[in-house]
């Protein structure tokens, strides 16, 4: 399919040519998006195309032949979505106003994926390089190999952004690279790594940020660990420090930056002094009361109250700094899902992944940290959702699937893995009794449905993709817990 504006003289919105008409009538909610075709390319690029092969060939046939003499070429930039254009038009109040369809946002493609193309032989021969779709960004990512960032770094490619990824350490890398082949093997790979040891030392951010330009970063690069001895050093420092610094290099190094998306979390939005308060229902407008001393005073309640402290200090920053790109924060509450990241083994899985895998081995009981929950493919397209969308300009968000009990997991395991869990004598919990008899606070998400078009999945299909994804692990190292 070939795209772009119509710039012959003369318009007649009536009478425009077949592609411009297919774009035109989603932009005037006329019809809904389809694919005609998976891969496309823009009208400019073929134009050239035709040229540069033209000025490749011989002038007579005596000549020696170059590149572009008796040769074919497929000129595309690749496989698209109509859901794309779809996500690039709306949130100004032109799809409001004609009731333009949101589609099915965050999902591009049928699950059983679709062909691609080759465009290598008319980039090498030809010397083409190709305009992207204006939603397609240069993105970097901190924390790219981690459980959330590995997800973050996925939905990002799959998007067809270009990615820079941080890392601790060149052999964290490894990984991704195997896992992401296609995307570093292109000629222009849209995927690579940048090794930042210390996120929490001023100016650490600083040399990748002159290295490349971006259009937007992630910063999801944060501890999530409950179980700490010092937490000035192991949360408070690369929480707080960790985003300042960033944001401080941002500003100082990166003025083509235009969007800025920090992971904070539900931590920063729940009040714990009000317990489960059944009558309350959070939003993004709510603020944990918790104290810097609060945190210092009881280890547990460091890890809320770096989550609290560094969201609010980016906050202060943008008010104070006033610097040249947006903010945008999500804050999750309790985040499952399939660890695709790299793990070390079932005995190094991250926190939350672990305590799932404890339940599923009968070692541990069935207990709620919280009571929400979300999928983290769906905060990951949060993250990405709201780097690409002005509408999530200067905004928080509370991204969550809604209310759930630890209760359902030990539910689902003796339902779905009755012979596993009658030999490691998992708990069965009390079944039918999902809550306290009083109830449990809820949460309103109709924000992050409404700004960014997030559709949660459900717990089932999580819990279905997460112990599968444990009895691969258990496959592949041998483990028999």
């Known amino acids: 399919m070939v795209y772009r504006p119509p710039e012959q003289e003369d318009i007649d919105l009536s009478k425009l040519n077949t592609s411009a008409a297919d774009m035109y009538s989603l932009f005037c909610s006329q019809r809904e998006a389809s694919n005609q075709a ?88 030809l010397g083409l390089t190709y305009r992207n779709l204006d939603t397609m960004m240069d993105v970097l990512l ?82 999530f660990i409950t179980d700490v001895k010092d937490v000035e050093e192991d949360l408070y420092r690369p929480a707080i420090q960790g985003t300042l610094g960033i944001l401080e290099s941002i500003k100082a190094n990166a003025p083509t930056v235009k969007r800025v998306v920090v992971t904070s979390s539900f931590a920063a939005v729940n009040d714990l002094t009000k317990g489960q308060r059944p009558e309350h229902t959070y939003t993004e407008e709510d603020w944990s009361p918790i104290t810097r001393e609060d945190g210092l005073e009881n280890p547990r309640a460091g890890y809320t109250a770096s989550k609290k402290l560094a969201e609010e200090a980016a906050w202060n920053f943008v008010k104070t700094k006033n610097p040249g790109f947006a903010l945008t924060t999500i ?32 070692t541990r009981e069935p207990a709620n940290r919280v009571w929400l929950w979300v999928d983290v493919r769906d905060v990951a397209l949060a993250h990405v959702l709201a780097a ?46 999902l809550y306290p008899e009083r109830g449990v606070y809820k949460a309103d998400n109709s924000k992050s449905k409404k700004d960014l078009g997030l559709a949660y999945r459900n717990l089932e299909t999580t819990l279905k993709d997460m112990l599968g994804r444990f009895e691969e692990i258990e496959t592949e190292t041998g483990a028999n817990a």
């Not at 995927?191 to 940020?209: H, M, N, Q, R």
């Not at 660890?339 to 339940?359: D, R, V």
């Open 331 to 362: 804050c999750p509450p309790m985040i499952y899902g399939p660890p695709e990241q790299e793990t070390g083994g079932l005995s190094a899985l991250n926190t939350s992944a672990a305590e799932i895998y404890a339940y599923f081995c009968g």
């Open 38 to 125: 998976w891969i496309w390319v823009d009208v400019r690029d073929v134009a050239l195309a035709s040229v540069l092969a033209l000025a490749r060939m011989p002038v007579s046939v005596e000549s020696e032949s170059p590149a572009a003499s008796n040769q074919r070429y497929l000129i595309s930039c690749g496989p698209y979505s109509a859901q794309q254009f779809l996500d690039y038009i709306w949130h100004p109040e032109r799809a409001k106003a004609k009731n333009i369809s949101k589609g099915t946002p965050g999902k591009l493609y049928p699950e059983e994926g679709t062909y691609t193309s080759d465009n290598s032989k008319s980039k090498k021969d």
């Open 142 to 223: 901190t924390g790219a190999n981690g459980f959330l960032g590995y997800q973050i770094t996925k939905s990002l490619l799959e998007r067809g952004h270009t990615v820079v990824g941080t890392v601790r350490s060149e052999s964290k890398t490894k990984y991704l690279k195997e896992k992401f082949s296609k995307f570093i093997s292109e000629d222009e790979a849209r995927l690579k790594f940048a090794v930042v040891e210390d996120i929490a030392t001023p100016g650490s951010f600083d040399e990748v940020l002159k290295t490349y330009q971006f259009d937007a970063v992630i910063h999801s690069s944060s501890p």
């Open 388 to 433: 690409e969308s002005t509408a999530a300009n200067n905004q928080r968000y509370l991204v969550t699937a809604g209310n759930y009990s630890a209760q359902q997991f030990s539910d689902y395991i003796w339902k779905y893995y009755p012979e596993r869990a009658a030999s490691r004598n998992i708990s069965k919990g009390t079944p039918g009794q």
